[in-house]
């Protein structure tokens, strides 16, 4: 599913639910602790959950109506709406993994592959050009994949019958092809053979393993052209509920209302909301840090003699640059774009000249912290030892990274009831899939205390 067919797809929600997500918009980007505005994936990915909502609000009142219950007795369908919109765009999550909202349990999450779609020289149809994982093929076909569009043709192997072989890319340029230590003379003789350079047939031929190197006639009419193909991958995933209960007494609320007229009912819905969506994160965050990727990278916190505290500490950067262009060297195609750090990362960071701290740090759970250069964002995660970092990339688009959240029921309300006993009720769930697709996209980093 190309980026356009996926905005496409979902272009009826976005009108349908424009209103909202006006409204999450305009309130992210005045908000001191985000201060930017939803870009088209995340609006997309909005408008699925809240339709998601909306349609199970809908059945769930017919169903209520035809036991005889009053509709009126279910939860505003506008509180379902406005808490998914309080709380999916502010997901840690949301900014270092893929989002693919599932529109049924079990569904199917995507990933694009392009490939080499012919054999020339040591490219062999179905080889890799690129996927969620890397770019490019492996080293030993390197120099057959450059020349994939060009005329050149290296190392083709021949197959031999009844004393000929046929060349795969034709017309051949005269004086161009090398067999062995012959090379032909332009006249369509090859050593003891013959060459057609139209049909590329060579006759009266023997020997064995042999390889051909000649140029592919481009200009001539018709030609073989090579091809590539991109593939649709996807992978079946099942989303998993997470459920919460809360409770208060009635007299609580009651006093708390009177003296502070504060409505407890509204403290403790944040409170719980907050819960769920700070285990969400944790959670996926801790799955990225256990990748089992090979890659890692220490800084030694300790300020060797001579040097300044803050010189040292900038060094730290360095670590961190290293850490990102391991992801490149191993995918050849990205470059890390993000820290999850735990609290010794977290003060080193917080002290570093181009550290740049987001306008409100009072969050609690994970949180965005600031950006590093301009380059990384820096996300600080409790959940993780004091020592652990992880340096990890997340592309633009919802295909674009090593690990994948699809939400299902987006964190949602059941009724509050206030019984006979003056204990209020209410319940809160949620519903997601997510899968490690490759740790090639992160680096595990650690803070190390050696002392000389």
């Known amino acids: 599913m190309q980026v356009r067919e996926y905005l496409t797809e979902n272009e009826h929600l976005l009108r349908k639910h424009s209103r909202m997500i006006s409204a999450v918009n305009k309130a992210l980007k005045e908000n001191a602790n985000y201060g930017r505005e939803l870009d088209d994936f995340k609006k997309a990915n909005l408008a699925v959950m809240l339709e ?42 949301e900014d270092l993994v893929n989002v693919q909202p599932l529109k049924q349990k079990a569904g199917v999450v ?35 994949a450059f020349n994939y569009t060009a005329e050149t043709v290296e190392a ?13 890319w034709t017309p051949i340029v005269p004086g161009s092809l090398h067999i062995g230590n012959d090379v032909d003379d332009g006249e369509g003789h090859i050593g003891s053979a013959t060459i057609d350079y139209e049909t590329g047939v060579i006759s009266g031929i023997s020997g064995s393993d042999l390889e051909a190197n000649y140029d592919h006639d481009m200009y001539a009419a018709p030609i073989r052209v090579p091809r590539i193909k991109t593939i649709v991958t996807d992978i079946t995933v099942t989303a998993r509920p997470r459920k919460l209960a809360t409770a208060f007494s009635l007299d609580a609320a009651y006093d708390l209302q009177m003296t502070q007229n504060v409505d407890l009912q509204s403290i403790i819905a944040g409170a719980a909301t907050d819960e769920i969506r700070s285990e969400i994160d944790g959670e996926i965050l801790n799955d990225l840090a ?80 600031g950006t590093l250069n301009g380059k990384f ?28 959240y699809a939400p299902y029921m987006a ?7 206030m019984g006979e006993n003056f204990l209020g009720t209410q319940g809160y769930a949620t519903s997601y899939a997510k899968k490690l697709l490759s740790s090639d996209f992160y680096v595990n980093g650690l803070i190390t205390h050696v002392t000389e």
């Open 156 to 168: 083709e192997a021949l197959v031999i019958e009844d004393g000929k072989a046929k060349l795969a």
């Open 377 to 404: 964002l820096v996300v600080k995660n409790p959940y993780f030892g004091a020592d652990d970092f992880v340096i990890g990339y997340n592309g633009d688009t919802p295909w674009d990274g090593g690990y994948v």
């Open 290 to 369: 256990n990748s089992g990727t090979t890659m890692t990278v220490s800084f030694n916190q300790p300020v060797p003699f001579g040097i300044s505290r803050a010189d040292h500490y900038e060094s730290f950067y360095q670590t961190i640059v290293e850490g990102a262009n391991k992801i490149y060297a191993k995918t050849r195609r990205i470059t890390g774009n993000y820290l999850i750090v735990g609290e010794n990362a977290a003060n080193i960071l917080e002290t570093h000249s181009k550290f740049k701290a987001a306008a409100s740090l009072n969050e609690a759970g994970p949180h965005v912290a």
């Open 411 to 417: 964190i949602t309300s059941t009724q509050f009831i």
């Open 52 to 93: 998601n909502v909306s349609h199970a609000f809908d059945v769930r009142a017919k169903l209520v109506e035809a036991q005889g219950t009053q509709v009126g007795d279910i939860a505003k369908k506008n509180d379902y709406l406005n808490l998914i919109s309080a709380v999916m765009p502010t997901l840690v999550a």
């Open 110 to 144: 995507y990933y694009l592959k392009n490939v080499f779609d012919d054999d020339k020289g040591l490219i062999k149809k179905g080889d890799v050009i690129s996927s969620f994982e890397r770019v490019y093929v492996k080293n030993e076909k390197l120099q057959s």
